[in-house]
């Protein structure tokens, strides 16, 4: 996961990681789980939801949540 990009586009259209939270009907600490991957994901409609919150194309969700780079 792209988390600097995420984290990004919550500063750009949110401006604080609360408003996503609350917008997600999740708990602020439950997000900051998932962004920072800490044994929490964000589900298929979680992603969609942020999708459409922020407008994003195919691309930008593949790109922010399948992160396919292997080191």
Do not use: H, P
Not at 2 to 29: H, T
Not at 39 to 54: H, L, S, V
């Amino acid at each position: 996961m792209n988390s600097q990009k995420l984290k990004a586009l919550i500063v750009m259209f949110d401006k604080k990681q609360e408003n996503l939270a609350d917008a997600l009907g999740i708990s602020l600490s439950r997000l900051n789980a998932k962004i920072n991957e800490n044994n929490a994901e964000f589900n298929q409609c979680e992603i969609m939801a942020i999708k459409k919150r922020y407008n994003l194309s195919d691309a930008d969700v593949g790109e922010i949540f399948f992160n396919t780079n292997v080191s």
